[in-house]
Nanobody, 118 residues
């Protein structure tokens, strides 16, 4: 198992930036990469961005060109740099391990709240 802890959320105005961090605890787990998801109360959790072990990145169309995901393996950290924030980016942001091939095992953090005001 592994513990994930998100941080860096907060309340900002539209157009401002935030950097989210995900600290990956020490533990035994299999992962093909890391992802960020977000959820608004009453709605389903949605994919935001991912980074593979090979450093390939993917982004939801809604955040392309504004968000950048990165990973510091030596520090066991994953980051989500968010710029030009919009009110629709508001939500609870979660990091998650991505499953290895043949496995459905994933681990989630507790989330960090991002609120963007217009």
């Amino acid at each position: 198992q592994v513990q994930l802890v998100e941080s860096g959320g907060g309340s900002v105005q539209a157009g401002e930036s935030l950097r989210l961090s995900c600290t990956i605890g020490r533990g035994t787990y299999c992962s093909s990469g890391m992802s960020w998801f977000r959820q608004v109360l009453g709605k389903e959790r949605e994919f935001v961005s991912s980074i593979s072990i090979g450093q390939s990145t993917r982004y939801a169309d809604s955040v392309k060109g504004r968000f950048i995901i990165s990973q510091d393996n030596s520090a066991r950290m994953v980051y989500l740099q968010m710029t030009s924030l919009k009110p629709e980016d508001t939500g609870m942001y979660y990091c998650r391990t991505d499953p290895c091939r043949g496995s459905s095992q994933v681990y989630w953090g507790q989330g960090t709240q991002v609120t963007v005001s217009s």
